[in-house]
């Protein structure tokens, strides 16, 4: 099983383009396949799932879900990258793989620079405060304590989970769905990436915070930095990007600027 590679921050994952862009993220038909055991039955218990750990046996009943089907795109320093696509289609599974969090079943992911993902389910730790997780949230991107320092007070201006109290010293388990989402979204946006992923990050929050994170992805594209964007939003997409990749059925059925392939979308979808 080949599994997602990742260049080292010095080295390159090929030659400019003919305009001089720089790429980032290489996929190369890229296949992924998520295997179920004990798929079918009736004994799909936790107390099974022990037994064949225990036993080292896997079931015999073996369901394979193709989730990601021969793709393969190349994305550029200071683009934003629109993924579409509904529901199931593979957009979350192919940023996980372009991050190295999941393996490929085959094809190749090369990466220039080290991929960032951020999504609205992103692990902070609930019994802790929001202040020492802004703190270790930063050293887990790579920040120096210092560099948290410098940025705390940005970073946490910029959730606005303050505005209406000081929610930053509570724990994180006393926090709202949104409010949790705003703060790891600042966390992520304090950093300049090489590579930032964002899964469904914008459909968290007001207006005026939504406003504040496509301002805030626009300067990051300014960083020379490259930005996914997976949504449902296609306002949040038209803002923001100006490149879509639009999945369907685990495969890529469209690749191209942004207004011609969100009106392609929305004559498929009926929206």
């Given at each position: ?106 094809g190749k992911v090369y990466t220039d620079g ?45 959730s606005g989970i303050n505005e209406k109290g ?68 296609n306002k949040s997409i038209r803002d923001t ?31």
């Amino acid at each position: 099983m080949a599994v997602a590679e990742t260049t080292r921050p010095t080295d390159t994952v090929g030659p400019a383009a003919g305009d001089g862009r720089r790429p980032t993220v290489i996929a190369d038909d890229v296949h992924i396949v998520y295997r179920v055991y004990g798929a079918g039955g009736g004994r799909g218990s936790a107390t099974a799932a022990l037994n064949r750990i225990v036993r080292r046996r896997p079931s015999g009943r073996v369901r394979e879900v193709h989730a990601v089907k021969g793709v393969s795109f190349t994305a550029y320093r200071g683009e934003a990258v629109g993924l579409i696509g509904s529901n199931g289609s593979g957009k979350s599974t192919l940023l996980r793989a372009i991050a190295g969090l999941l393996p490929v079943e085959s094809g190749k992911v090369y990466t220039d620079g080290q991929p960032s993902l951020l999504g609205v389910n992103a692990a902070l730790l609930n019994d802790l405060t929001g202040e020492r997780n802004v703190v270790l949230g930063g050293l887990a991107m790579g920040m120096s304590r210092e560099e948290v320092r410098e940025r705390y007070e940005e970073i946490v201006d910029f959730s606005g989970i303050n505005e209406k109290g000081d929610f930053i010293t509570l724990p994180m388990r006393t926090y709202s769905s949104g409010m949790a989402a705003r703060l790891r979204f600042s966390i992520a946006a304090a950093k300049r990436h090489d590579v930032l992923m964002i899964d469904e990050a914008l459909a968290t929050g007001d207006k005026k915070f939504q406003k504040r994170s496509e301002a805030r992805i626009r300067e990051l594209r300014k960083e020379a930095g490259t930005v996914f964007l997976v949504s449902h939003n296609n306002k949040s997409i038209r803002d923001t990007c100006d490149r879509v990749l639009w999945l369907e059925k685990g495969e890529l059925r469209m690749d191209g600027p942004t207004e011609t392939v969100l009106k392609a979308y929305e004559e498929f979808t009926g929206k």
